[in-house]
């Protein structure tokens, strides 16, 4: 199990530049990868998303590569004063239109023309390779910390469904005594009214047969244990099993609607109200889940 949160860096030297690589990586229920690298580095782009692609599969990635270029010709050069126009020209924007935010030196470096880099400019094949092992470098730390935060949920998960588990195994051995409770509720109600009706008594045999079968829960109670014993073995996997997890939630979350609706007893009733409580932890631990 990973978490889908994490950290890494890598740095890279080749004698063209210096290059850093961090990679952020936060909780989202796909898989989306934004990046930010000088525009030398373009052409890499699609080598860089291919790298990260292939060791994550959920999660949104920011991904920041900077350079220090000991090659002037590989440094971008900077259109000062169509910055300086962009940065005018957003700022009266913001003002007419009243809009909230900030203006960001990233906006205005992103904005056409403003970072120029000629055509004829060309990495060498070193740099190109240092790019990609400070992506890696950067991968296998967010990698290691993933998986020692998933770790810690492993244990977390493990725990609360487990009492899952317990709480049901409470439900199986309350079912038998749930119609013999029942026949004892509907005889005390009768009698409270003057009637007094024998425990062999065939109307009162067939309203708790009745009872039997309308709140027979057996069936709840087998896909519940199911769906527990899935759960805790997909857990220990070291794949992406976040939204297996999070449909395996989803289908306990419904064995438990039905149970609670088909079981006339306060007892039930009351482990029922627990385990949905410790389901809506589990579900927040797992969409944090890879």
């Known amino acids: ?12 030297v080749s004698d063209e530049c210096k290059i850093v690589a961090e990679l952020q990586a936060l909780n989202k229920r796909q898989t989306e990868i934004i990046l930010s690298l000088p525009v030398a580095f373009s052409p890499l782009e699609t080598e860089v998303r291919a790298a990260i692609d292939k060791k994550i599969h959920r999660g949104r990635i920011n ?24 940065l005018e020209t957003f700022t009266a924007v913001q003002k007419e239109l009243g809009l909230a935010g900030e203006i960001s030196i990233d906006m205005v470096l992103r ?61 199986r051995k309350l079912q038998p005594r749930a119609a013999e409770r029942f026949r004892n509720s509907l005889r ?33 109670v087998s896909r519940l244990e199911s769906h527990i014993t899935q759960f805790l073995g997909i857990a220990e996997s070291d794949d992406a099993i976040g939204r297996t997890l999070e449909f395996l939630c989803q ?23 627990h385990s949905k409580a410790e389901l809506e932890k589990i579900r927040e631990q797992v969409s944090n889940v890879e």
Do not use: C, W
């Open 1 to 12: 199990m990973r978490s889908m949160t994490g950290y890494g860096r890598g740095r890279a």
């Open 188 to 220: 005390d109600r009768v009698k409270a009214h003057g009637v007094n009706i024998p425990l062999d008594d065939d109307r009162l045999a067939k309203e708790v047969a009745f009872f039997a079968e309308r709140s027979d829960f057996s069936e709840e």
């Open 251 to 273: 289908e306990i979350g419904r064995e438990l609607n039905t149970l609670s609706a088909k079981a006339n007893d306060a007892e039930i009733s009351q482990l029922v109200v």
């Open 111 to 171: 904005a056409p023309g403003v970072l120029d880099v000629p055509e004829h400019r060309e990495l060498k094949s070193a740099t190109r390779q240092a790019v990609l092992t400070a992506v890696e470098v950067a991968l296998q730390q967010l990698l290691v910390m993933r998986a020692k935060e998933g770790a810690h949920l492993l244990r977390d998960l493990t725990r609360r469904i487990k009492t899952l588990r317990t709480n049901l195994d409470k439900v």
């Open 63 to 86: 991904v920041n590569i900077s350079a220090q270029f000991t090659r002037s010709e590989l440094a971008p050069n900077l259109n000062r004063q169509l910055a300086k126009g962009y």
